[in-house]
């Protein structure tokens, strides 16, 4: 490791009492240039340790999570084969490596053959997991019918467009695109803030085209073991592939695709094995006939490049949060239902609560109706909002966080 240059020397200054008033002066310029040129080597050796720390920060940085990565052990799925006397035998999932191990007496007992089991990096039975069936049903939510309308999305009329164009005329009219020879886009990836309609945009898709509405979180194919969220993957098109019509919607896609980092541990190729699952269930896409894949992130910034290819994720749709026109919108949609007093100004409103979100906005009308009920009122009046709005500023500048709604 280098070490930074030694300190220069501090300049001294020595007057000879014999000096005359020039000398002095001349002796004085002298000092001063060379006080100077040390200052500025001071600084440049300040600049560059402090470059240095940055470095050494970062270099810790990574270091602490490779660390904390390292020492939460990793876990591989693999089903129990077959139980002996001297113990089980395991087949690893995805290599098919069977070994026999050992399993603790507690565990044994409810231990059959044919279960899914959790095993460590030595083969040992760590927990018996639940079914298949209940891995993928908890890692994805099946809409057959949502009941999402375009109308029920506000202020984004231009990324209604371009989804309708990108995922609903492929979807109804897949002979025309065949026949004029165009390419769909393969895949559309929304992004933006959170709560500002991206899953409802997907909803709203699947509704208009009578599609099954298949979610799956990039986080949680993450969060399984070793093993399992590329066979997810594998799942969530199979699944799709047997309700068609369907639209996959892969919500915060930034789990799974984020860029690439140094580190080797086996979380990362986890990870990695999953995105290449994905994009190759992406490339083989044409032959599926109607699937259709929308995929949503808060974190365009950290995705990896790769996934915005041609043939992947190729169109991009931004859905920032709501304008004026937009917010106005929202509270129209989300109090159409509400019986509001004739006081209650959306325009109003909409000045008041620049920087919300949709679902900020909906939780909004939600608070004011509350206020009424806690009033015993049928009606809610602008006081209401205004009294809502309040709590959620308080509530806001308290907490610091993003504004939480009850
Ligand atoms: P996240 O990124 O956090 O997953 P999202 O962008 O997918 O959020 P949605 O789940 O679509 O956001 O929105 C959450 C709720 O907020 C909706 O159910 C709806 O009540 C309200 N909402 C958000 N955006 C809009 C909008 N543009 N118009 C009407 N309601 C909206």
Do not use: C
């Amino acid at each position: 490791m280098s070490r930074s240059s030694s300190l220069p020397e501090r300049p001294r200054l020595d007057l000879d009492p014999d000096m005359s008033q020039d000398e002095r002066l001349e002796a004085l310029r002298e000092h001063f240039v060379e006080l100077v040129r040390v200052q500025d080597q001071l600084e440049e050796q300040l600049d560059s340790a402090q470059e240095r720390q940055d470095d050494l920060t970062t270099q810790v940085d990574r270091l602490e999570r490779e660390n904390d990565t390292l020492k939460s052990s990793s876990l591989y799925v693999a089903t129990a084969e077959e139980l002996t006397d001297e113990g089980v035998i395991v087949k690893q999932h995805g290599n098919n490596q069977e070994v026999l191990t050992e399993v603790s007496p507690t565990l044994r007992e409810d231990l059959e053959a044919g279960d899914r089991v959790a095993i460590n990096d030595s083969f040992s039975v760590q927990t018996i997991l639940d079914p298949e069936t209940d891995a993928r049903a908890q890692a994805m939510e099946i809409d057959d019918s949502p009941t999402v309308l375009y109308e029920d999305i506000g202020g984004l009329d231009e990324q209604i467009r371009e989804v309708r164009e990108a995922v609903e005329q492929p979807l109804i009219n897949a002979e025309q695109f065949a026949e004029v020879g165009v390419e769909p886009p393969s895949g559309v990836l929304l992004h933006g803030p959170p709560g500002t309609g991206k899953t409802m945009l997907a909803k709203a898709v699947a509704n208009q085209t009578d599609a099954t509405f298949i979610k799956m979180a990039g986080s949680e194919l993450v969060r399984k073991f070793i093993g399992e969220g590329a066979r997810l993957v594998r799942d969530l098109f199979e699944l799709a592939s047997e309700r068609e019509p369907a639209v996959i919607f892969i919500d915060e896609i930034d789990a799974i695709a984020a860029k690439r980092t140094e580190s080797k541990t086996s979380g990362d190729a986890e990870v990695q094995r999953t995105m290449m699952q994905l994009l190759s269930e992406m490339d083989g896409f044409e032959e599926r006939g109607e699937i259709r894949i929308i995929a949503a992130t808060n974190r365009f910034d950290m995705l990896d490049r790769a996934i915005l290819r041609p043939g992947r994720f190729d169109r991009l749709i931004e859905v920032p949060n709501p304008d004026w026109d937009g917010r106005k919108r929202i509270l129209e949609i989300h109090t159409r239902e509400m019986a509001i007093n004739d006081d209650v100004e959306m325009a109003t409103l909409a000045n008041e609560t620049e920087g919300f979100s949709g679902a900020e906005l909906a939780s909004l009308a939600t608070e004011a109706g509350m206020f009424a009920i806690r009033d015993d009122r049928t009606e809610v009046h602008m006081a209401d909002f205004e009294n809502a709005l309040e709590k959620v500023n308080d509530e806001d500048e308290t907490t610091g966080q993003p504004i939480a709604f009850a």
